[in-house]
């Protein structure tokens, strides 16, 4: 694909609602037409985020994506189909995406972007849009830009809420904007922050808000309009309400000159006083065979019980608390859930306030049960 100034008249037809906007017009889309986006993830942001930057006109885009489509994606993930189960996101995304747009070039990473790769896939493009679920990866983006200069779209959602903002940006003067750091200094404990996948997103939300993103990076790219870059744009969909903060810079950019392992960095690989024990699926499966004497507890909800289950005995996290009676302190107790945050949440508070020893985490949870076994028990 061509990414020069010049437009065919398919491409004239196609994009004449922009061209004929005023500040807008056929320098604006030229702009598009030239610009290289890369966007982190293919999901609940990057369904929306992908198909509206597509159909825009931008240039080239890259995505870096390397997980499945499952059934639990396609409440919210519309580039999605039941067909689609169990295939590359990546790559069912773009098949969709050129026939929404033949002139976009497409370059794919099916790959996790890491500290290994991040500078080298990132310096080949204009700005970077963030639809990661995970903090490890946002900060990850986040120093990358920092330290090759390019601007960040930022934007998360969890349950009712989305957040959008432009980090990394340097305006007209020269000035550098507030980055992910001056909003998250540090990250949060690992065991205090449930994703998506635990405690549930409005399906809705993610178009909400990836268009948003989407919105925030044809202003960059075009020049039209006031950039998010140093504020928060917040809406709650049970109220339809938003509001917009001001982030305040309060770290130096400057000081950012290296990528550093940033699973440590949030704590999810160290070591402490109050680890769990763990048990793989490979390990659970083996003592199941063997017929061990063990007990089960699922800390889900009862929907989610109701839906599929690895057997044991269902105990609501919120419910542990009324029922501890009913967790046994004399033989090996495996407690799981969905991945694996709420079950080792249940396990830390049951040791610390209640002084149990004889529990373990069911790694990964039920997903990583199905993942490696097929399918749950019941």
């Not at 990473?109 to 639809?131: C, H, P």
């Not at 903060?245 to 704590?267: S, V």
Request: include cysteine; charged fraction near 25%; aromatic fraction near 8%.
């Amino acid at each position: 694909m061509s990414t020069n100034s010049t437009f065919s008249k398919d491409e004239l037809k196609r994009y004449s609602r922009h061209i004929l906007l005023p500040d807008f017009g056929k320098e604006g889309q030229t702009k598009l037409k030239k610009s290289k986006v890369l966007v982190v993830g293919a999901g609940g942001l990057g369904s929306p985020l992908l198909s509206y930057l597509t159909a825009a006109g931008v240039g080239t885009i890259g995505i870096i994506d390397y997980d499945l489509v499952e059934l639990s994606n396609l409440q919210r993930q519309l580039l999605f189909t039941e067909n689609d189960i169990g295939k590359p996101k990546l790559h069912v995304a773009v098949k969709k995406l050129k026939e929404l747009n033949p002139h976009v070039n497409f370059v794919l990473y099916d790959d996790k972007l890491t500290s290994d790769n991040a500078l080298e896939i990132i310096k080949e493009y204009d700005l970077v849009a963030d639809g990661s679920d995970n903090f490890p990866t946002r900060y990850l983006v986040n120093d990358a830009c920092v330290i090759l200069d390019k601007p960040n779209v930022y934007a998360s959602i969890y349950q009712f809420e989305g957040q959008v903002s432009v980090f990394n940006f340097f305006n007209n003067v020269g000035e550098r904007g507030p980055n992910y750091r001056d909003f998250y200094p540090t990250p949060p404990p690992p065991d205090t922050v449930p994703n998506c996948a635990e405690g549930g997103v409005l399906g809705v939300l993610a178009g909400i808000v990836g268009s948003l993103q989407a919105n925030e990076v044809i202003k960059l790219l075009t020049g039209i309009g006031t950039t998010l870059s140093g504020k928060l744009f917040i809406i709650d969909t049970l109220t339809l309400e938003s509001r917009t903060i001001k982030l305040p810079k309060t770290t130096n950019a400057e000081e950012i000159r290296e990528l550093i392992d940033y699973e440590e960095f949030c704590g999810i690989n160290n070591s402490s006083p109050f680890d769990v024990n763990e048990v793989n699926v490979q390990e659970f499966d083996q003592m199941l065979k063997n017929g061990n004497d063990i007990e089960l507890v699922d800390v889900r909800t009862e929907f989610e019980h109701h839906i599929e289950n690895l057997g044991g005995k269902l105990i609501p996290i919120e419910n542990l608390v009324n029922r501890i009676d009913e967790i046994s302190r004399d033989k090996k107790v495996i407690v799981y859930c969905k991945i694996g945050v709420r079950s080792t949440e249940a396990i830390l508070h049951l040791q610390n306030i209640y002084q149990f020893k004889n529990l373990y985490n069911l790694t990964g949870g039920i997903e990583a049960w199905k993942k490696e076994m097929g399918e749950a028990l019941t």
